[in-house]
């Protein structure tokens, strides 16, 4: 069975600085990959997703996150955070043949501080 | 367009009370779902639907029981709540084919005493 594992529980940074938050999952075989957001209070909102093609994938509020088959990684990274990027993020994978199926990481609190 | 509503958004229960949670999704979805958050785990699958009519367990399904009479709406049930069901719980809703996006509700949270 799938399982990710996000390698940071909290990362603290500093508004304007550059980020990264770290997923690895478990199995190679084909998979379709997902970052989701999580603001307080509310309920858990699409970042991006690879499907096929490029490994760089690009996402909305300037995040993109790259895809490395070879290390079943699927980081992801803004280069400069704002205030309004502080919430929760989980990484999720699902199996291409079960694509409906999603296994989610336990979560990354970015806290980002003026 | 609502998107996916849930209610209730709060509830406390005590121990062994039954309650249902219902889920509401306006984008004409095939595929529903029910999720727990609980701290440090993520979200984790109770049940989920493929269509009107049909449920499957996920992967924490004791303890709950779904039913997805109509396309648009899947309710979650507790027949007899107990402390360890104290949780954040999220419906979410998704096509069949395509990108498999998940959209989410705003969440319910439960707490069972």
């Known amino acids: 069975a799938q399982s990710v594992t996000q390698l940071d529980s909290q990362v603290p940074v500093f508004e304007e600085a550059p980020v990264e938050l770290r997923c690895n999952y478990s199995?190679?075989?084909?998979?379709?990959l997902f970052w989701y957001v999580q603001y307080p209070n509310q309920g858990l909102q699409l970042l991006l997703k690879?499907?096929?093609?490029?490994?760089l994938v690009k996402g909305i509020n300037g995040f993109e996150a790259e895809f490395n088959k070879s290390q079943t990684s699927f980081h992801l990274r803004k280069p400069s955070v704002h205030i309004s990027d502080t919430a929760e993020y989980f990484c999720?994978?699902?199996?291409?043949?079960?694509?409906?199926?999603?296994?989610f990481g336990a979560g990354t609190i970015l806290r980002v501080k003026s | 367009n609502a998107g996916v509503t849930q209610t209730p958004k709060f509830r406390v229960l005590k121990t062994g009370q039954s309650m249902t949670l219902l889920c509401a999704q306006d984008?004409?979805?095939?595929?529903m779902y029910w999720y727990r958050q609980d701290p440090g785990m993520g979200l984790r699958l109770i049940h989920y639907?493929?269509?009107?009519?049909?449920?499957a367990k996920g992967e924490v399904p004791d303890g709950y029981n779904v039913s997805r009479l109509k396309k648009q709406n899947f309710l979650l049930g507790l027949e007899s709540a107990a402390p360890s069901q104290t949780s954040v719980y999220f419906c979410?809703?998704?096509?069949?084919?395509?990108?498999?996006?998940?959209?989410f509700g705003p969440g319910t949270r439960l707490t069972v005493t």
């Open positions: 979410a809703s998704s096509y069949h084919r395509g990108g498999y996006e998940q959209y």
């Open positions: 199995s190679s075989v084909s998979v379709y």
């Open positions: 690879y499907l096929s093609g490029s490994t």
């Open positions: 999720a994978v699902s199996d291409r043949g079960n694509g409906n199926k999603l296994v």
């Open positions: 984008m004409n979805h095939e595929y």
């Open positions: 639907s493929v269509g009107e009519g049909t449920t």
